[in-house]
């Protein structure tokens, strides 16, 4: 890695900016007075980052992008919030993230190993975990909470207030307006789910056993023959020795009274939740 830093002539970095070892800030780039830049992070060109945000170690961020800009809230007040970026980010071109409001959390936070493809957006006082994709023209509104291992299809829209569960991945286009259960898919206008994101629960290496056992929960937890409330409970005593399980079943005991869960399509449970052999 290069050690020395560089601070191309036609680029703006404010009294008061930290830039660490080997930070390449490109042609017309401007990096405010509270930023901090780490090691080894490169702004190609024409990059803007403002305000107090923190851009972790070997990131790259791509023309255009701006990060760190006032939240689109109206209720800010303009007090100082936060944007903490993680280590080894990709942020491609025309991606904004904003800073936190100063009436609710007050920072918006981005895990490590993300990748944020052109024109995604991150509004304030979202949190999202590592390992997370977004395809291009994938968007958050404010308050958010996204998991590790999440993937976001292209021009997806998620509602204020969503949380997303971990390894869950959400189909390109879809608006999702409501929470959606760790390892879950949603797909659609109104996002519904369509089982369980096989695809990623195969490529974490999970074992078909917990799988299976993960399929069996999902079966329980939405069989419309009972109330949601005690399909819970019931599988909370099944399943209680399946640590994946009990994700599901403690995100959905967790979702307080602003959320509600996205349903299965109906009909679709069993369709979709065939074991694994």
Not at 36 to 47: N, W
Not at 252 to 274: E, L, Q
């Amino acid at each position: 890695m290069q050690t020395e830093t560089f601070v191309h002539p036609s680029a703006v970095v404010e009294p008061g900016a930290q830039l660490g070892a080997g930070a390449h800030i490109g042609p017309f780039c401007h990096v405010g007075p509270e930023v901090v830049i780490g090691a080894g992070t490169r702004l190609i060109s024409h990059v803007t980052v403002l305000g107090a945000t923190t851009l972790g170690e070997n990131c790259t961020v791509h023309s255009q992008a701006v990060l760190g800009g006032l939240p689109q809230n109206m209720s800010h007040k303009g007090g100082r919030t936060t944007l903490t970026i993680g280590n080894n980010c990709t942020i491609r071109e025309f991606v904004t993230m904003n800073t936190g409001t100063d009436n609710s959390r007050g920072a918006t936070i981005v895990g490590d190993n993300c990748n944020f493809l052109a024109y995604c957006h991150v509004a304030h006082d979202c949190v999202i975990g590592n390992n997370v994709t977004f395809a291009n023209g994938a968007t958050l509104a404010g308050h958010c909470e996204i998991g590790d291992n999440v993937g976001i299809g292209g021009l997806s829209a998620v509602h204020q207030f969503v949380r997303v569960g971990r390894n869950a991945f959400l189909a390109g286009g879809s608006m999702i307006a409501g929470d959606v259960i760790p390892f879950g898919i949603a797909v659609g206008n109104r996002a519904k789910l369509r089982g369980l994101n096989m695809v990623g629960l195969r490529r974490s290496g999970m074992s078909k056993a917990e799988i299976n056992t993960l399929l069996r929960a999902y079966r329980t937890i939405f069989d419309r023959s009972r109330p949601v409330s005690e399909n819970i409970e019931i599988a909370r005593a099944e399943f209680a020795d399946s640590p994946t399980a009990m994700l599901i079943v403690d995100f959905i005991s967790d979702r307080g009274k602003r959320h509600y869960t996205v349903p299965p399509v109906k009909g679709a449970v069993d369709d979709d939740a065939d074991d694994q052999d």
